[in-house]
Structures are given as structure tokens and as C-alpha cells.
């Protein structure tokens, strides 16, 4: 019997995404440019996302534990909650005196909400579907995160540039109290695991037990999470820190070209969603590595573009075809390591392997902040001093990781 992809929980959790994700994208966009014009310093900006990003990290492999031993339904409604809440009292006391400390907290906040959401919507997935609809699930998940990208920063862009700030943020505070009441209304069967021991001999249980399993039982795993942390490092680098400071300070362009930058890159998110729904059965695995080389190579036109003497419009073109480029093929990328991971994994382990996974890539988050918004503050004059050698090293390093891909097709293909 094939099991239908859009079942009732299936399309709540999509429902409760796609408000929630609009929340947060339009959320981000507003602080990220008011940051910016507030200091004028990519390195400054980066700092700050860096920072907030750093209980996601340690806090991460706690959600993957509650996420398997709570009701999953319960811990999304009860986060959603307290994000609505915490934007909400955010805006209420932010104020020109306060106005960096308040937005560091909350971003700590939203980290650390964030390090429990994370693997416990990914743990849902492989809940409500099964086989093949797993990685098509992802897809429509990405689909729909991409779509958020698209509509939010348009209409983000437009309303922080006609109100201000507080507006947007009021805005997100609704979007997140929509995704808790659509989350209420998801059934999942829930038993209560068996518990030995105190509250931190679990704790130490359950994280042996995940570490073993990536690191000695399906080390495959942990592979291609060091190949997403790679990938992560270079493209989210370029995008978080470089795109915004590309557009709005090397360029000199305004807001609303941020955002339809931000539009676009969510355009391409969503074809390369529905690329990977539509290469399920097609792709082969060890095609990952030329996918993977292929972000490197659509980074190289936009370092070329800053050597070229055309204006800064032809220059914002150019670099938006290439970082389009770029998202196509990291959505197909990261759905199909997600996707793989998620069909190697037990239901018991599932949100703490999923933690993991977001603990690793994002481990080198941070760093690949830091660095490129140093890099894009020295490198001002010379951006192309960036991106070319950016594109040169991960076309490299996909193209050298072929081997694995062939190996890992190859267990794939003796498991099925």
C-alpha cells in the first residue's frame, strides 16, 4: 500500500512551518538591517550572529534528547509560545538607549528556543512518512521554508522601510502564535520512554548511545555531516554576512534590494526543492559530489563580476544569478543528506541524530561568520580577493569526495 505524502499531521506541521518560518525570516531581516545601519560594520553584524548561535550549538544535543523522550507535538506548541513571547516583550522595552544589548538577547533566546525546535520537527518527518516520502517530505518542508523566504523579505523589506522596526516585529510575534495553535491540533502516538537512573545518567545514556551509533555503526553519517559542515562554512558565510553587506554597503544599495535578493535566492531555493522531490529516484548518491562542486563553481561568476568596470546594478545582477545558482544546488545537497541521514536512523535515536546533525554544520557556522565578515571588511575594495578563492575550494573538495558518494551508493544499494 503506498502511503499518501499529505496526510492530516503532515499538512498541520506544514501549516505551523510555513507561519513560523515567514515569522522568522521577516523577523531577521528587519534586525539584520537595522543592525547594519545602525554600525556600518560587516564584522560587527557577524559577531552578533555568531554569538547568538552558540547555545544552538551546545543546547542542540539536549533538544535531541527531549525530542525522544517528551510528546513532540507538546515541545513545538510550548516553544512556538515562548518565541511569540520573548519577540513580543523584546519590542516592548527596545529602545534607542538599548538597542544592540535587547537584539543580542533575543537572538541568544531565539538560539536557544531554537537548539529544541530544530531536532524535533526533524524527528516528525520520519514519523508521519515513510520510504521514499521521507525525502519527498523534506522537499515540501524546504519548498515551503522557500517560499516563506520569498514573500517575507519582500513584504519585510517594504514594511521596515516604511515603519521601522517595531511593526515587523509585531508582525513576526502573530506569525508565531498562529504556528502554536496550528501545532495544537497534531496527533502523534507518544509512549513514555523507560528512565534508569537521575536525570544526568539519561542524559550521558542517550548521548553515548547517538555518538556510537554515528561514529562506529553508520560512520557514513558522520562523513557527510562533515562534508554539510563544509559546505556550510563557505555558503553560509558568503550569504548570512556577504550578501546584506555586498548589497547595502560595497553596492550601496537600499533595502528594497536586499530584498529582492532575498526573494530570489528563495525563487531558486524552491526550484531546487522541487529538483530534489523530482530526482528521488533518479539521483544517483555518488552525483552528490559533482552537486556539491557545482556550488563552488556558480560562486566564481560573482568574484569575477567585481573585477569587471560595469556599474553596481550589472554587479547586483551578476552576483544574484550566482548565488542563485549556488542555492539550486545546496537545497538539492542538504535534502539529500538530510533525507539519507533520517532513512538510517532508528525511530528511538531519530531526534537525537538529528540534533547532531545540527550541532556539527552548525559548529562551523559561527566560525565561517567571523571570518568572512573580517574578510569582507579588509577585502572592501577587492571583494573578488573572497569569493574566487571561496568557489576554487569547495569545486575542489566536491569534486575529491566523489570515493565516498560511490561507497556510501554502494551500502545504500546492499541495505535495500
Known sequence: MIQKLFTRNFRLLILGQLTSLFGNFILKLALSMYVLEVTGSAAIFAGILSIATIPTIFLSPLGGILADRANRRNIMVALDTLTGISVLSTTLLLSTKNDMVMISILLIILSILGAFETPTVQACIPTMLEGENIMKGNAVVNQVASLSYLIAPMLGGVLYATFGLKPVMYASVCCFFFTALFECFIKLSYQLPQSKGRVLS??????????????????????????????????????????????????????????????????????????????????????????????????????????????????????????????????????????????????????KVMAYTSTITLCVQPIGQIIYGFLFDKFSHAIYFVLLPTGIIVCAVGLSAIGFFRRMESEQSEVV
Open 202 to 351: 539519561v542524559i550521558k545514556e542517550d548521548f553515548i548511545s547517538s555518538m556510537q551509533y554515528i561514529s562506529k555503526e553508520q560512520t557514513s553519517i558522520s562523513k557527510m555531516l562533515f562534508l554539510t559542515a563544509f559546505s556550510r562554512f563557505f555558503v553560509m558565510g558568503i550569504t548570512i554576512v556577504g550578501l546584506p553587506y555586498i548589497v547595502r554597503t560595497i553596492l550601496g544599495l537600499n533595502a528594497q534590494y536586499y530584498g529582492a535578493a532575498e526573494s530570489a535566492l528563495a525563487i531558486a531555493t524552491i526550484l531546487g526543492s522541487i529538483a530534489a522531490g523530482l530526482l528521488t529516484e533518479k539521483l544517483k548518491i555518488h552525483k552528490l559530489s559533482l552537486i556539491l562542486a557545482s556550488l563552488g563553481i556558480f560562486i566564481i561568476p560573482a568574484g569575477i563580476a567585481f573585477l569587471l568596470p560595469v556599474s553596481p546594478v550589472i554587479k547586483y545582477v551578476i552576483s544574484i544569478v550566482s548565488f542563485c545558482g549556488m542555492q539550486i544546488f545546496i537545497s538539492i545537497f542538504s535534502i539529500f543528506a538530510v533525507s539519507l541521514i533520517q532513512q538510517r536512523t532508528p525511530n528511538y535515536l531519530i531526534g
